[in-house]
């Protein structure tokens, strides 16, 4: 799986990444893998290129979210039809969609129904050949298209709209589509031992524990060292991960001892 975020306030640094960040660990706890997260600029051109790039590297899903609303700058539908070559339309699916979160809002504040825009209508304006998503929440359909290998879904940026969409229509599809297979974390905190020390300590428990993968992030500073050990897991229930990566655990915490570490907590 790929992931793709739209907008130039993620690029300028005035909007932190968390949608990003909350699909990866959605995903990836359903066990999908991630193999990759781009940043595009809010230019058709732009999204074109990064979703022709995904294509081409056929991942079985590509998730976008941002520029799906009714403003200017919301150009990934216009940049999706120019990566797939389909050219936009009015999908009367959408339409209905957006029309009736309309007619809901001036319901609940006692207002007439305001008309149908065009910058409304941009929101149900739809490449050809894609399928219209009910957003849960908000206005802006998410949409859902399917491209030779590769299914894609187009969500909103706001993180609201998008989770809703994504636990409401594609986490489904992806627990069909991993089976059985799962995602085991487990972490390590330890302390009075550099990460230099441990490095060939993780390199032997991996060598012992084929599949699991274990990675070192500091947390203190290099003379009093507090360190994340995480390790971690693919696999199929019936090959017991849960199991092997307990045990890989187990093993890394005796070596971190028997080294003069200090093993804080494991969770």
């Given amino acids: 799986m790929e992931i793709i975020c739209i907008g130039n306030e993620l690029l300028i640094g005035k909007t932190l990444n968390t949608n990003a960040h909350w699909l990866a660990k959605q995903a990836t706890n ?7 997260i781009t940043v595009a600029q809010d230019t058709v051109d732009e999204i074109a290129a990064v979703i022709c790039e995904a294509l081409e590297r ?15 700058d919301d150009k990934t539908l216009e940049g999706l039809g120019k990566a797939l070559n389909r050219k936009l339309e009015i999908n009367q699916e959408a339409l209905t969609m957006v029309k009736a979160k309309y007619v809901e809002y001036a319901k609940v504040r006692n207002l007439r129904v305001g008309e149908m825009t065009p910058a409304r209508v941009k929101m149900a304006t739809l490449p050809e050949k894609t399928q219209a998503i009910n957003n849960p929440i908000g206005t802006a359909p998410g949409v859902r298209t399917d491209s030779n290998e590769t299914v894609l879904f187009a969500l909103p940026g706001v993180p609201s709209e998008m989770e809703a969409i994504f636990m409401e229509t594609i986490a489904p599809l992806f627990r069909q589509a991993v089976g059985d297979r799962v995602f085991r974390e487990k972490s390590l905190f330890v302390d009075s031992i ?18 699991v993968y274990i990675k070192s992030h500091p947390l203190g500073v290099e003379n009093k060292p507090h360190i994340e050990i995480h390790l971690t897991i693919r696999g199929k229930n019936k090959e017991k991960p849960e199991q092997k990566l307990l045990e890989a655990m187990k093993q890394l915490s005796i070596l971190i001892v028997a080294n003069g570490g200090e093993v804080i907590i494991e969770c």
């Fill in 58 to 72: 056929k991942p079985y899903f590509i998730v976008t979210t941002g520029g799906l609303g009714p403003t200017f």
């Fill in 194 to 211: 550099m990460e230099s020390q441990l490095a060939p300590l993780i390199d032997k428990v991996m060598s012992d524990n084929l599949g």
């Fill in 30 to 36: 359903l066990g999908v893998n991630i193999k990759r």
